[in-house]
């Protein structure tokens, strides 16, 4: 079955019509003794656990996984998630697909941008910036696609502030509250329950601040990189000849 939020776009369908949702990590705060900090600091120096989250196009959490120290690289958690049967990730069937930025690997089931090319929306702001190859209209279509999941971090953030500012729990107990954040998050989704934060990150024409994972070279088994590949290429030609752009 397609998601009615790409059925009901036509710059989504029927070129995204088996993707089933996006995957993506974030960062909220975690506050841990200053002798067990160092793992927990990334880029910014601050102490974060690193979390990745699966959501489908209606905004809910399909899996979370915290508990990862700041400074764990995306793919290192990623790859973890699927490759754990205890932690029952959902993964996408026969056929299917999760849209991936670059930091995670090329592998069957995740689909990922053309790299070397723009990518994030902001790039594409403005007349001068729309999309000038049939590559950058790949990249702008499934970035537009995976910010729902940037969204969804950004609704959930901005509902508990407690992800900003983690109290000095044990490390396990400030991990599991990540999980019921998210859990009291698609709750309310699933209600249908009237709510202005949720109504403000639905727009899917807005941004949310994001980090940038850096594009990584693992590409995993050869017989899954061609068979992601030959769907990238696919989407990327059809959008090409609706939109009259040379082929790749």
Known sequence: ????????????????????????????????PENKQIPFRGRKQITTQNVMCACSFDMKFTFVYAGWEGSANDCRVFTTALETPRLEFPHPPPGKYYVV?????????????FKGERYHLNDYRGRRNQPRSTKELFNHRHSSLRNVIERSFGALKNRFPILRKMPPFAFRKQALIVIACCAVHNFIRDHHIADKN??????????????TSAAIDDEGPSDRVAEINIIKKNIANQLARDNQLPPI
Do not use: Q, W
């Open 1 to 32: 079955m397609v998601p009615k939020e790409i059925k009901d776009n036509p710059k989504h369908f029927p070129y995204f019509k088996d993707c089933i949702g996006a995957i993506d990590g974030t960062h909220v705060s975690a506050t841990l």
């Open 101 to 113: 930025d670059s930091g995670y690997p090329t592998r069957d089931g995740y689909l990922t941008p």
């Open 198 to 211: 949720l109504a403000h990150y639905a727009n899917p024409n807005m941004t949310a601040a994001t980090h």
